[in-house]
């Protein structure tokens, strides 16, 4: 959820095309920037630490967070046709084209309470979702996904203009309850993050709820005094766990953590951006400017070009921007909203109103989860643990130091199926790609980083890649598709 309207104007200098391509893939040397192929993947994830404004695992090597967010687990569950697993699953597979190194995991506290309380939930759904992302070699992080008033004086506001069945419980009971069951159970578990609180929304300067508080820096500072005690909680029970902390006004308000941080180690604070808060030099005063002095997440973003909702906004006018700025910021880490097909800005259509399959890529040139996908596929292309991925035999390309690898949803495909084809960019640390160039063995090219092509015959077919880098090295990778 957006802020309302809190963004400051300041126009940003910051990037130019070598700032870009280097942050954006170029390189990768020094930042784990992505997950290794399938077969590579060995359930070995390090835990992250903080170290000043950087996030590093305990080997010392600093960690980009790149990724995405499923619906509640818990939600698949109880009401859609998919499991969460099969989300996951389907998330993290680098044969689908998803190179994703840290997948969030928001649990509604709607979720716990039809399980039955935490520790129900932990037990049914969120012990193999977590699971199964160590397996895969992903980060988890755990977002309690609570969008309500973050002071009691607040909540009893709220609940006097609601109707009981509405009412919220205390919110200190709530955090307690859910905090003292899930921070132990995955204190052990190193690729473990957690979000303490997904938005805390009352009070604000301009609401009507709670108490009243000046400036955008009082509700900061309310919001560190109530919230001190949670992180506490939480680090007693999980003492080297790495916590995610948001801010008043939906996660709105970071600009103030690095004057007035929160106590403890490990602490990294979140952003949440949607187009209502308008292009990067509008928020980059809130989101972008404290990752100069501390290790900053932007844990939700997105947007669609199909709603008039808050998060309506196409690749182009939104998305690429953000992009930019984004990846302008070494330490700035993120994952997108929503690898789903209902929970909006959602990356997938399904039949009727959505909560359905089968599930359908929106790829189309203004939607954002072809986008998302192109992006990961762009920068996932490293080892995870800090150092250079290179190139990688796939049993059906080339080996060594390739310019660029192919990226393919399929190998075997019927006549006339879509394929869809990405770029993954495995230049060195000092050089970037500077012209591709693909031949799909049927006679047509393109030299997109992202593409889609379909087959008018059955046979075997040889894609190649042909990319020259800034020096003027060119590599040829090649990928055989049987079509049938």
Not at 123 to 152: I, K, N, S
Not at 236 to 242: G, K, N, Q
């Amino acid at each position: 959820m957006s802020n309302d309207g809190n963004s400051h104007g300041m126009v940003l200098n910051r990037f130019d095309r070598r700032t870009f391509l280097k942050a954006t893939g170029a390189g990768t040397s020094a930042i784990a920037l992505g997950v290794p192929s399938a077969a590579a993947n060995n359930g070995s994830r390090s835990r992250l630490q903080t170290n000043g404004r950087w996030i590093e695992d305990t080997d010392g090597n600093t960690i980009k967070l790149r990724g995405l967010a499923i619906a509640d687990p818990g939600f698949y569950e109880l009401y859609h046709p998919k499991s969460s697993t099969e989300v996951l699953e389907w998330a993290t597979d680098p044969d689908r084209g998803w190179y994703p190194n840290v997948v969030r995991l928001p649990v509604t506290k709607d979720s716990v309470d039809e399980f039955g309380g935490p520790a129900a939930f932990v037990d049914d759904v969120l012990r193999p979702a977590v699971d199964l992302l160590e397996e895969c070699g992903v980060y988890a992080m755990v977002d309690f996904h609570l969008v309500r008033p973050y002071t009691q004086a607040a909540t009893d506001d709220y609940n006097a203009d609601v109707e009981s069945a509405n009412e919220l419980e205390p919110i200190d009971d709530v955090m307690t309850n859910f905090w003292s069951v899930v921070a132990p159970e995955f204190a052990a578990d190193e690729h473990v993050i957690y979000e303490v609180f997904n938005e805390p929304t009352y009070p604000t300067t301009w609401g009507e709820y709670g108490e009243s508080v000046d400036t955008r820096e009082d509700t900061w500072l309310l919001w560190r005094d109530v919230a001190q005690p949670w992180v506490d909680l939480i680090r007693d029970h999980a003492p080297e766990t790495a916590l995610i902390i948001g801010s008043p006004s939906w996660t709105s308000e970071t600009q103030f953590a690095p004057t007035h941080p929160f106590d403890g180690e490990s602490l990294i604070y979140a952003s949440h951006i949607y187009p209502d808060n308008g292009q990067p030099d509008e928020f980059d005063a809130e989101y972008g400017t404290p990752a100069e002095e501390v290790p900053v997440v932007c844990t939700e973003f997105g947007w669609d070009p199909d709603t008039d909702d808050h998060y309506a906004g196409t690749n182009s006018n939104w998305g690429e921007p953000v992009r930019e700025w984004i990846e302008s910021y070494e330490n700035m880490g993120w994952t997108a909203w929503c690898f789903d097909d209902s929970w909006g800005p959602a990356m997938f259509d399904s039949p009727n109103a959505g909560g359905n399959e089968p599930w359908e890529l929106k790829d189309g040139p203004e939607q954002h989860g072809g986008f998302i996908k192109s992006w990961l596929s762009e920068t996932g292309s490293g080892n995870g643990d800090g150092s250079d991925g290179g190139g990688s035999d796939d049993g059906d390309g080339d080996t060594g130091t390739l310019v660029a690898e192919q990226s393919l949803s399929t190998t075997e495909a019927s006549v006339g199926e879509t394929i869809t084809f990405e770029v993954r960019d495995t230049t060195d640390d000092d050089q970037w790609i500077d012209t591709l160039e693909w031949a799909f063995g049927d006679g047509t090219t393109d030299s997109s980083w992202w593409t889609q092509h379909a087959y008018d015959a059955v046979g075997s077919y040889t894609v190649a890649l042909t990319a020259t880098d800034n020096e003027g090295q060119t590599t040829t990778h090649e990928v055989t598709i049987a079509v049938s």
